[in-house]
């Protein structure tokens, strides 16, 4: 299992559009991914999940993925996230 750690940069944090196009990357890829804040997990393939975390600009984020691609799957759901700038 990878994981890595960043801070949700987007000025309205994560709301409904960038969480759909979140949830449809997650799907494309092999490895099963987490996202993990205060104290709750949830799936990245799962829309209702990500948005009960309540993401705001300044959260705290674990990523976590396990499978056959699980580093590219860290490094490009980190990478969507850090480039949502709304």
Do not use: N, W, Y
């Given at each position: 299992m990878i994981s890595r750690t960043i801070i949700v940069e987007a000025e309205h944090g994560l709301h409904a559009r960038p969480?759909?196009?979140?949830?449809?990357l997650a799907k494309t890829l092999k490895a099963t991914v987490l996202?993990?804040?205060s104290g709750k997990q949830v799936k990245a393939a799962s829309m209702l999940g990500i948005l009960?975390?309540?993401l705001?600009?300044?959260t705290e984020l674990v990523i976590s993925a396990e499978g056959?691609?699980?580093q590219e799957a860290v490094d490009a759901i980190a990478s969507f996230i850090s480039s949502i700038k709304e």
């Amino acid at each position: 299992m990878i994981s890595r750690t960043i801070i949700v940069e987007a000025e309205h944090g994560l709301h409904a559009r960038p969480v759909s196009e979140l949830v449809k990357l997650a799907k494309t890829l092999k490895a099963t991914v987490l996202l993990s804040s205060s104290g709750k997990q949830v799936k990245a393939a799962s829309m209702l999940g990500i948005l009960s975390l309540g993401l705001k600009k300044g959260t705290e984020l674990v990523i976590s993925a396990e499978g056959d691609d699980e580093q590219e799957a860290v490094d490009a759901i980190a990478s969507f996230i850090s480039s949502i700038k709304e």
